[in-house]
């Protein structure tokens, strides 16, 4: 039996088809005046790449190819628009599926966008939101989603720190609020994620989450990246529920469901949990070695399985005095379940560890049962190199270019048809096609986009200018950003401001904190 | 420069390595066994519990020990007089009489008095077993000291599951550590069990990342600086070192001070705190957890104990005898000399030295002491028998059961579960604060009887006199002693207690709020009949209640009605409680209006209430004497009123309404 299963279980055909991606194209409110009618948020440039080709990128790297872009009517056009005539994603992407969708109305509530959409997702799904630019390994995530098959995983991100700039980090505190993430010691489960304005002067911690889950990490320093996977019937029951945020309410009633099983009953969550096996091929395969028909992971991670033998052995020291029969052979079978590879390429022999697991402790069921229903898996996205923000404010904007500057090598960041004078510095920064520079400007930790004209002795630094700029002589710009087709006029001295497009910036301009608009 | 840091370095080597042994428990969790002996000489696996924190001490190269005695200070003098401890240089076992001590903390104070203590030092209590490594703990102890004078204090903790058999049910605690330092910022008793830890968010601003732990074994085994002791002297009422100590070191602005915690999760650390962890560590021993320290390496010395191992984790001693038919199952170590009779079977257990056990006796998860007799067919279940124990033929021994030194019972006899026997009825004095004086009174005490005991029996059942005055452990009380050895009931009920919680945070929503607010007057006004309150502060109080839950009158005289009423039961109870609180109607009817509103309230819940219905009469009569009700009101009501319970009060009415009658043609 054992045999038929890996057979179908491991065809590459199978895996083409596992993921399909949904993103949400907000609206992007907060990034005022940055964003407009011409220039939707999911179109806004970073690094002179709208956000949207950095989503594409990542889950072509993961080879998911069905990709679902959920935006609001008015930014629709431009989104087509940009797939098909800049992008050209049928011949970037020969072998993907991109298709923008249009939703009516508000459509800035997530879940809305997801219903929206529902009756298109066929199998487990990606939903990121497109203001997340992450260079986190796609496969890394997606890999502990295959291993540990839990029913949702999000991402986590450190939040960039501005570059020892002390000013800018206290911004940071109001424009996002901490996150309180409670994740389980042992398995990295995603436990509860507060926002800090929740709470008052204490964060409650529910009992029936210790008992459960007897070591939690409470961070403080994560954030959401707003990149979730999710099993397929969670879109079954979003379609059904009245659910309107992912974050605000599908999240936490999620990780809810790991330690209540009150709540998990009175959302009805077991048909759900039943009916997904049918449509999922690919997991129902792994299933059939689960005792008890539920969603029961035949093979998980390494740190899951150490926590499953953790618990047997407690289990067994618990029973010591009753149960002694089952001492010895439940500690040999579980070291053997320790010894084995730890992600299940090989279904069957999975299946039989877990077979041998569940005879030798037989009783133990209840105990290591309790909480595998339901799994929220975080992951943290961490290390050299690696960059994950999201890009939901000015500040974070800015510092998102930086961040992605930083990634380039010299031949990425200034274009060769860049025009440079003479004695003008440029230095961290990415500059686009046919810009010219003026004498004697100095351009530090920037972005410069396409045909733009900057003059001679300029200074920009931390500044962001988009395409078909016009600088005139003697401007400074410091942390600005200067929207397409604008001008900033000679002698300006801008510092944190942010010009909408096609906006002249009148000259000898002393500006600071400032939004100059149309 | 180079060579004073250098002469420091070596000051600092230099130091003496110096343990605390509190050698006394100050609590009476195993009485009555610890009546007659201290509770760090009791054997665990028959060997007296202080040599395995001795040896547990000597391996973590400690030089000098300083044993801290109180009550039985002879014995426990005598005892290291005489064992191995008493020419041993490395460490060195001192001992230290202190009278009148009551707490850990009068220990500490009488040390720091003392000034035994010159540098940092390891404080145990004399019942702890551990085969830890301590050198990492006070190495990472030590170089934290280096850093920062204010780490005062590390707590050894043990990471098990919170169910773990080890972990001291009633005295689980919650520790909140910071993930990277493990430095503890928050401890907090899980008992009285709570829905919600409530973590503070300024532990956030000087901590990124905290752990919340519900995992730890408390090992009772601390690393203290020297400020310890002093700070102890400072602050005069700190009695426990968890509770008092740790928590007003954390909570405490001003001190600044730090406690960090050491985590293991390899090896073994617990102590002996309670009769359950006593049945734990016992079991821990047997299967093998705490070696080096287990029975076939003879901790003593070969001279005094001759264990040896057999599969499955049994172990005998030279000189057992057994029969043929003898079953020894699985976890069982066995005293030299000891007898056991033919088709017995000991499964979980250990018996000690020089009994004699019958025929056919089942004996399970129990302890039995050196001397103990042991009459056939016999069953004992978890329960432990003190030296010299004579149980005749054919009794039965329940679960959680303690028989003290010296018991005999039986023939024939069934000891109920959890019974405490004790052979002498005299004062036994273990610690000065828990000799309770009647017991005194009764040294001339009757003969034992029969039903305590058997037939044949010797002994009395121990009642613990004074457990209403012992403050210390009364949250976790009911739970300890319920728990005492059976393992199996605590589990479930703190099961049902956890299933429950569960069910009142998500019932809280679907509660009818008016149910609710109305529940909070009924606590209050139940609480008053408990605490025996004055009507003028009950009334108060629901006043109080009223504003704060926005309710109205009608509610204050719904639920007292509905609550007085409750301690009603019959025409007697209904005169006295009338008398006592049925000033408090009053308090809540002014006008006409809310008289009537009274009125029908009663005759709702009395046509609800079928005790009540019969009073109801006479419940009219009391509101009309005690001017609750005018009668007027009461006359008016049984003109609008139709129902068969105002039908029973008309013997009443008809009074009433000759009464006015009367009054009227009196004024005429």
């Known amino acids: 039996m054992n045999f038929e299963l890996n057979g179908t279980g491991a065809s590459p055909i199978v895996h083409s088809k596992e993921f399909q991606a949904v993103i949400l194209a907000g609206s992007g409110s907060k990034l ?41 009517d008015d930014a629709h056009e431009n989104i087509h628009s940009y797939i098909h005539n800049v992008l050209n994603a049928p011949e970037r992407y020969p072998n993907s599926k991109v298709e923008v969708v249009k939703v009516k109305g508000s459509g800035s509530v997530s879940a809305d966008a997801l219903r929206h959409v529902a009756n298109r997702i066929k199998t487990d799904f990606i939903v990121l939101s497109c203001d997340t630019i992450t260079n986190y390994p796609p496969n890394q995530l997606l890999d502990v989603f295959r291993a540990q098959s839990p029913t949702m995983a999000a991402l986590f991100h450190e939040p960039l720190k501005a570059d020892g700039d002390a000013s800018s980090s206290k911004k940071d505190k109001d424009d996002d609020l901490i996150e309180y993430i409670g994740i389980d010691h042992s398995t990295c489960r995603l436990l509860f994620c507060v926002d800090g304005d929740e709470v ?31 099993k ?40 759900f949990l039943t009916s997904s096996a049918n449509f999922d091929q690919f997991y129902a395969s792994r299933q059939l070695s689960s005792t008890g028909g539920g969603f029961v992971n035949a093979s998980r991670s390494v740190s899951l399985e150490n926590h499953y033998n953790k618990q047997s052995r407690e289990a067994n020291l618990t029973r010591g005095g009753n149960s002694v029969g089952n001492n010895a052979l439940s500690s040999s079978s579980s070291s053997r379940h320790h010894h084995h590879p730890s992600v299940g390429e090989s279904g069957g022999s999975a299946d039989s560890s877990v077979i041998l697991l569940d005879s030798g402790d037989a009783g133990e069921e209840e105990v290591t049962d309790f909480h595998r229903e339901i799994v929220c898996t975080a992951i943290v996205a961490r290390g050299e190199g690696g960059y994950c923000f999201r890009v939901n404010s000015v500040p974070n904007y800015l510092e998102g270019c930086r961040a992605l500057v930083k990634t380039l090598s010299a031949e990425e960041q200034v274009a060769r048809s860049v025009e440079r004078q003479k004695g003008c510095q440029v230095g961290d920064s990415v500059i686009g096609d046919s810009t010219r520079i003026g004498e004697k400007t100095g351009i530090k930790k920037s972005v410069i986009g396409k045909h733009c004209v900057i003059g001679k002795n300029v200074k ?15 401007v400074v710009l410091e942390g600005t950003v200067v929207c397409g087709h604008s001008k900033v006029l000679e002698m300006s001295n801008l510092k944190d401001c942010q010009v909408a497009s096609s906006v002249t910036v009148k000259k000898e301009v002393q500006g600071k904190n400032e939004t100059f608009m149309g | 420069m180079a060579s004073r840091s250098k002469e420091k370095e070596k000051m600092q080597v230099e130091e003496v390595l110096a343990a605390v042994v509190v050698a006394d428990s100050f609590n009476k969790r195993f009485m009555p066994l610890t009546g007659s002996k201290p509770r760090c000489l009791l054997p665990l696996a028959n060997v007296p519990l202080i040599e395995y924190t001795l040896e547990f001490l000597a391996t973590a190269n400690v030089e000098e020990v300083f044993v801290v005695c109180c009550a ?33 903390g009068d220990a500490l104070r009488d040390l720091d008095a003392k000034q035994l203590l010159k540098s940092d030092f390891i404080l145990v209590s004399g019942d702890v077993v551990s085969n830890m490594d301590l050198g990492k703990a006070l190495g990472e102890h030590r170089a934290r000291r280096l850093v920062d004078k204010n780490a005062i204090m590390t707590m050894v903790v043990k990471t098990a599951s919170p169910t773990h058999r080890t972990r001291s049910k009633g005295e689980e605690g919650i520790y909140v550590l910071d993930a990277a330092t493990h430095e503890c910022v928050q401890y907090r008793s899980l008992f009285p069990k709570k829905q919600k830890l409530k973590l503070d968010l300024e532990f956030f601003n000087s901590h990124s990342e905290l752990q919340v732990r519900n995992d730890l074994i408390d090992c009772q085994i601390d690393i203290c600086s020297v400020d310890v002791p002093a700070l102890f002297t400072e602050n005069f009422d700190y009695q426990e070192i968890r509770k008092h100590f740790v928590r007003g070191i954390l909570e405490s602005d001003i001190l600044g001070k730090q406690i960090h915690c050491h985590i293991i999760s390899d090896t073994y650390a617990a102590r002996v705190r309670s009769t359950q962890m006593y049945d734990s560590i016992s079991k821990d021993v047997m299967a093998r957890w705490t070696y080096p320290m287990v029975p076939d390496t003879n901790i003593q010395g070969s001279a005094l104990s001759t264990y040896k191992y057999f599969n499955p984790y049994i172990y005998k001693e030279n000189n057992v005898i057994l029969s043929f038919t003898t079953k020894l199952v699985r976890h069982v170590v066995v005293g030299a000399e000891t007898e056991i009779g033919e088709k017995s079977v000991v499964s979980n257990s250990i018996i000690g030295r020089n009994c004699k056990i019958g025929k056919n006796v089942r004996i399970n998860g129990s302890y039995i002491w050196d001397n103990v007799e042991i009459g056939d067919n016999c069953v004992i279940e978890r329960s432990i028998l003190a030296n010299d124990v004579k149980v005749k033929a054919g009794v039965t021994i329940e679960k959680g059961s303690i028989l003290s030194f010296g018991v005999k019972v039986g023939p024939n006899f069934k000891v109920q579960e959890f019974s405490r026997l004790i052979l002498e009825n005299t004062s036994t004095r273990r610690s000065s604060f828990d000799s309770n004086s009647d017991i005194d009174d009764q040294v001339s005490a009757p003969a034992y009887s029969p039903l305590d005991v058997g037939a044949e029996g010797a002994g009395y059942v121990w009642q613990d006199d004074d457990s209403d005055a012992e403050d210390t452990e009364e949250d976790a009380r009911p739970i300890l002693e319920v728990c005492a050895m059976a393992r199996d009931i605590t589990l479930h009920d703190m099961d049902d207690g956890i299933d429950e919680e569960t069910d009142d945070e998500d019932d809280m929503s679907n509660v009818d709020p008016l149910e609710k607010s109305r529940g909070e007057l009924i606590s209050t006004i139940e609480r008053a009949f408990e605490e025996n309150h004055t009507i003028d ?83 009219l009569q009391c509101f009309y004497e005690m001017d609750i009700c005018d009668e007027e009101v009461i006359l008016q009501w049984s003109k609008q009123t139709t129902t068969s319970i105002h039908a029973s009060a008309k013997a009443f009415i008809t009074w009433l309404e000759e009464a006015e009658e009367e009054s009227e043609s009196d004024s005429d």
């Open chain 1, 232 to 271: 397929h019937w969670v879109i079954d029951f979003i379609a059904k529920s009245k659910i309107q945020s992912i974050k605000d309410e599908l999240i936490p009633l999620l990780t809810h469901f790991q330690y209540s099983e009150e709540v998990l009953k009175r959302e009805g969550i077991d048909k």
């Open chain 2, 537 to 619: 502060n009950v009334a108060l109080e629901l006043n109080t209640v009223k504003f704060a839950e926005n309710l109205e009158f009608h509610d204050i005289r719904f639920t007292a009605v509905l609550t007085i009423l409750n301690l009603v039961s019959n025409a007697a109870t209904l005169t006295t409680t009338m008398t006592r609180w049925g000033q408090l109607l009053q308090r809540f009817v002014t006008d006409e209006e809310e008289q009537l509103d009274l009125l029908e309230i009663l005759e709702a819940h009395c046509a609800e209430v079928e005790t009540h219905a019969k009073l109801y009469g006479k419940i």
């Open chain 2, 72 to 104: 039985h200070s002879d014995q426990i003098i005598s005892y290291i007089k005489s064992s191995r401890w008493a020419n041993s240089t490395l460490p060195k076992v001192v001992t230290v009489v202190s009278q009148q001590l009551n707490s850990t």
């Open chain 1, 32 to 72: 005022f005046p940055l964003v407009d009618k011409t220039c939707p948020k999911a179109l806004l440039p970073i690094a002179n790449k709208p956000m949207l080709f950095y989503q594409l990128e990542w889950l072509e790297s993961a080879h998911v190819t069905d990709i679902l872009i959920v935006c609001q």
């Open chain 1, 200 to 230: 008052d002067d204490e964060l409650p911690v529910r009992m029936s989450i210790l008992d459960k889950f007897p070591a939690v990490n409470i961070h403080t320093k994560l954030r959401d990246a707003h990149l979730y996977v999710f």
């Open chain 1, 460 to 474: 920009i630094v931390n500044s962001v200018l988009m395409d078909h700029c016009v600088i005139e002589d003697k």
